[in-house]
């Protein structure tokens, strides 16, 4: 374990040079998770972003990476050259700053869409980004959740709006779930926390999100977003 970052539920993140792999290990139960770096070569230093994705450096690879634990899915940034890409930090804006041991310089990652995204229409809200943070009993068994959904809306629909979720099976909703919906109430980008509560009698899982966007609290969707994620399983 090269590098070290720890997250808000305590849970240690760490850079695995030998397989290569980026793990996190719960220091309660001392179970650890490893998620292998695809074409890595040594992960040198990591951060974790206030979403929950993991960005690192991988030193003989000349790459930056991203991992989205909650989607399993890892982004990666090749660097021009033979860098050799060491330390990195985020700046205020979330921007990746990273040292390159070869190269001798201090470098910003840039990523550059290569089709301008249309202008958002001001009734539409967007869904940018998606975390889960859980809460449990034990190590893998989950009985409470805060899902923070980042988003764009230009206010056209209405203010406020409210945000909610619900928790799918096969594409089917789950019963036995208590929901706090988050009140959006002003345009522009943010984020709404959803608090969500498992009260079922039996243990279950789930593996997708439903993100509902309505005018009223419990009213009817205006906008609706299906979201994948990695099977939780949920405890009574």
């Known amino acids: 374990a090269l ?19 980026i793990g996190v290990l719960d220091p309660t139960s001392a179970d650890v998770r490893l998620w292998t770096i695809p074409g890595g070569g040594q992960p040198y230093d990591l951060v974790r972003d206030s979403v929950g994705n993991l960005w690192f450096t991988d030193r ?39 040292s390159a041991d070869q190269g001798n310089y201090i470098g910003r990652l840039s990523v550059v869409p290569t089709v301008s995204p249309s202008p958002t229409p001001s009734g539409t809200f967007a869904f940018t980004n998606l975390h889960v943070s859980l809460s449990g009993p034990v190590f893998g068994q989950w009985k409470s959740a805060q899902v923070t959904v980042s988003y764009s809306y230009g206010g056209g629909s209405g203010l ?11 594409g089917s909703a789950v019963a036995g779930f208590t929901v706090t919906p988050a009140q959006v109430a002003s ?8 608090q969500v509560t498992y009260n079922g009698a039996l243990p279950t899982s789930t593996d997708q999100i439903r993100v509902i966007v309505s005018q009223t609290q419990w009213g009817a969707a205006f ?14």
């Open 3 to 21: 590098a070290l970052t720890v997250g808000q539920n305590g849970w240690v993140w760490f850079a695995d040079i030998s397989r290569p792999a």
């Open 60 to 98: 003989t690879a000349n790459t930056v990476g991203r991992l989205n634990p909650f989607s399993n899915e890892f982004a990666i940034y090749p660097l021009p050259g033979a860098p050799q890409p060491l330390f990195l930090t985020l700046d205020d804006q979330e921007r990746v700053w990273f």
């Open 160 to 170: 406020p709006v409210w945000v909610r979720v619900e928790m799918l099976s096969g």
């Open 187 to 194: 345009a522009g980008t943010g984020s709404a926390v959803v």
């Open 223 to 236: 906008a609706t977003a299906l979201m994948s994620a990695a099977p939780i399983a949920w405890s009574p």
